[in-house]
């Protein structure tokens, strides 16, 4: 399976999971943009790097336009939810004026967001509640 199989797969089957425990969920854009329960939502597919951590990017743009991010680690099940403020927290970490895009990794063993200083998300995974708020 090629990797672009593999995201579209992953990505189906995590709103296939949401659909059954009655989240509305409505594509926007085919670039992976979704309503979920309302909210404005970006999910993004990794594979694991060699190291065992998944390698993630986002726009300036999507920071300011999205509610909720969700990053899938390689399968449906292994997930993060995390919502805007939460996200441009991580992200004020290392944002330069000069960057348009981000580029971090997810650890999903340790639960940590890395890029240049490393953040515990373990309140993140699997945390579908972030929905409801």
């Known amino acids: 399976m090629s990797?672009?199989?593999?995201?579209?797969?992953?990505?189906e089957r995590w709103i296939h999971?949401?659909?059954?425990?009655?989240?509305?969920?409505?594509?926007?854009?085919?670039?992976?943009?979704?309503e979920v329960n309302g909210?404005?939502?970006?999910?993004?597919?990794?594979?694991?790097?060699?190291?065992?951590?998944f390698w993630f990017s986002i726009g300036l743009t999507q920071l300011e336009d999205m509610d909720y991010f969700v990053w899938l680690c390689e399968k449906?099940?292994?997930?993060?939810?995390?919502?805007?403020k939460k996200m441009k927290?991580?992200?004020a970490s290392w944002f330069s004026s000069t960057q348009?895009?981000?580029?971090?990794?997810?650890?999903?063993k340790a639960h940590e967001y890395i890029a240049h200083v490393c953040h515990d998300i373990?309140?993140?995974?699997?945390?579908?509640k972030a929905f409801f708020w």
């Open 17 to 34: 999971f949401r659909r059954e425990e009655d989240f509305r969920v409505v594509e926007v854009r085919r670039s992976s943009v979704y």
């Open 39 to 53: 909210r404005k939502t970006n999910i993004h597919f990794a594979s694991p790097r060699k190291d065992g951590t």
């Open 122 to 128: 373990s309140l993140h995974y699997q945390n579908n």
């Open 89 to 91: 927290e991580l992200a």
């Open 100 to 108: 348009h895009r981000f580029h971090f990794r997810l650890d999903i």
């Open 3 to 11: 990797k672009y199989q593999a995201k579209n797969t992953e990505i």
């Open 76 to 84: 449906a099940e292994n997930y993060y939810v995390i919502p805007r």
